[in-house]
């Protein structure tokens, strides 16, 4: 059973700092998602990486996967108080038929 | 574009209380998804179906069923709602290419409360 984990689950960060969010699985994947969201909505895709390698970049927010590693960050650079809301991992388990699992979460605070 | 459409927003039920959490999507996607968010938690994946009369567990299925009569329809079902089902729903749904499944997008969610 694949099990995805993100770390930290909670994030405190002051404006203008940088940092990078977490997300191991354990299991064989070469898909991986992240998403955002805001408090009391829905999820918003961000990033959808389709390969080992594969880095995408929006804004100040960056995404990497290692498949071999079975690893993904997310990098926040110069955090500014909009980034504020919780960051799931979600992976595409490919056994006969595609599950999406996510991760814990990181829940995301970035004060003045 | 309407995209993943949920109903209700909102119920609350009473122990024992059976319903339906309708879930419709207009984007012609083979797979669609149910998940549920306890507060402050992530995502466990309920049931999901990669197309028309085909259903499978997640990780979380007890006290729910599912069917999938259309490519546009996913309905979720509580038969004897119990208080360890409060919690929030998501309805998702992703399209099928080149043999595997492509981004999921969500709908808004139900918020479901068993009293």
């Known amino acids: 059973e694949l099990k995805v984990e993100q770390n930290p689950l909670f994030l405190s960060m002051q404006e203008g700092k940088n940092y990078t969010i977490y997300c191991n699985y354990s299991?064989?994947?070469?898909?991986l998602y992240w998403y955002r969201q805001d408090p009391g909505k829905s999820l918003e895709s961000l990033f959808v990486?389709?390969?080992?390698?594969a880095v995408k970049q929006e804004g100040r927010l960056m995404a990497s996967l290692d498949t071999k590693a079975r690893l993904s960050t997310l990098h926040i650079t110069a955090a500014v108080h909009d980034l504020s809301a919780t960051y799931f991992c979600?992976?595409?388990?490919?056994?006969?038929?595609?599950?999406?699992?996510f991760g814990t979460g990181t829940r995301l605070q970035v004060f003045p | 574009n309407a995209g993943v459409t949920q109903t209700p927003k909102f119920r609350i039920l009473k122990i024992g209380q059976s319903m339906t959490l309708q879930c419709t999507q207009d984007m012609n996607h083979n797979y669609m998804y149910w998940y549920r968010q306890d507060p402050g938690m992530g995502l466990k994946l309920i049931y999901y179906?990669?197309?028309?009369?085909?259903?499978d567990k997640g990780e979380v299925p007890n006290g729910y069923n599912v069917s999938r009569s259309t490519t546009e329809d996913f309905p979720l079902r509580l038969e004897l709602a119990a208080p360890s089902q409060t919690s929030v729903y998501f309805c998702a749904s992703s399209s099928y290419r080149g043999g595997r499944n492509t981004e999921a997008f969500f709908g808004q969610g139900t918020r479901l409360t068993v009293v």
């Open positions: 179906s990669v197309g028309a009369g085909i259903t």
């Open positions: 299991t064989t994947s070469d898909r």
């Open positions: 979600a992976v595409d388990w490919h056994y006969n038929t595609d599950k999406l699992i």
């Open positions: 990486l389709l390969s080992n390698g």
